[in-house]
């Protein structure tokens, strides 16, 4: 079993549902990404989603672009973000952490640390999952058995537009939890709708028995917790970014804490 698995167990045994913020590796400071993430353990995350820094990132909106492009700037890349996570776990072996990003940076640290390299590395730094934006589930299953052998998950995508045959596509290949995208668009566009979050989760459960949790527009303690009615999930990447872009060095990682405290308090009452 997984540490992403065993979380959501343990988090349904207790009636609760995950916190899971997302932060690009490496922003707004370069060695700032572990602190940033004890801290958002400490405010009650039940697992991280760390952004691998790329330069043509798909599904991101300007807000996690920019942060992306100010980590690249700073020079942070694959190898940086793993020893990341492994400065993380010399205290913490317990919080799943999910690599988010691209297929492009991980085939180019295959090419320059050989094959299945980063299945390998991101094994042993304590990696949890990698969900891939760009990797459909049809062209997936040799990477997501490599991945489950070294008892990491490969999470998947839905959206609003997902087919049913699409939901069972990732159904077959997807492991640890799905990522339903609750607007058409980047991160951090628009107003989510939760009523249609709501009217489309039976659906996805119909096909996929993995816990799903809901992302994109979740700016606030309301829409969270309506989602956490719902989801088993909720992830927020835009609005820590936004929060902790202008902060200095020292601040960060208590800005974003104290704004997850607040989200957390709010899934839980």
């Known amino acids: 079993m997984s540490r992403i698995e065993a979380t959501f167990e343990q988090l349904k045994a207790k009636g609760r549902q995950a916190l899971i913020p997302y932060v690009t590796a490496g922003f707004p400071f370069a060695d700032v990404t572990p602190e940033l993430m004890h801290a958002m353990v400490a405010a009650g ?8 820094p790329f330069s043509d990132p798909s599904a991101d909106g300007p807000v996690i672009q920019k942060a992306g492009d100010k980590a690249l700037a700073f020079g942070i ?10 400065a993380f776990r010399q205290t913490n072996t317990t919080t799943p952490v999910v690599l988010m990003g691209y297929a492009n940076p991980i ?3 295959d090419l320059k640390h050989g094959k299945d390299g980063f299945i390998r590395d991101a094994s042993e730094a304590g990696i949890d999952g ?7 589930p049809e062209e997936c299953v040799e990477f997501a058995a490599k991945l489950r052998a070294h008892n990491m998950d490969l999470i998947f995508l839905l959206a609003p537009t997902s087919t049913d045959q ?19 668009g980047v991160t951090g566009s628009g ?23 809901v992302g994109f527009g979740i700016r606030d303690a309301q829409t969270a917790q309506t989602i956490a009615k719902v ?17 200095p060095r020292d601040k960060v990682a208590a800005v974003a804490g104290d704004f997850l405290r607040g989200i957390r308090q709010a899934m839980d009452a």
């Not at 697992?47 to 691998?52: D, N, P, S």
């Not at 939901?167 to 990522?179: I, N």
């Not at 709501?198 to 996805?204: D, G, T």
């Open 77 to 86: 890349g694959t190898t940086h973000v793993i020893d990341m996570v492994k």
């Open 166 to 184: 699409r939901m069972q596509q990732v159904a077959d290949v997807a492991s640890g939890y799905v990522y339903y995208v609750s607007l058409k």
């Open 231 to 247: 989801a088993d999930a909720v992830v927020i990447g835009s609005k820590i970014i936004q929060l902790i872009e202008n902060e």
């Open 191 to 213: 107003a989510l709708n939760t009523d249609e979050v709501e009217a489309m989760l039976p659906r996805i459960r119909q096909k996929v028995s993995i816990p799903v949790g």
């Open 45 to 52: 995350a039940d697992v991280i989603e760390l952004g691998v």
């Open 130 to 136: 990698v969900l891939v934006v760009d990797y459909p």
């Open 107 to 109: 085939e180019r640290y």
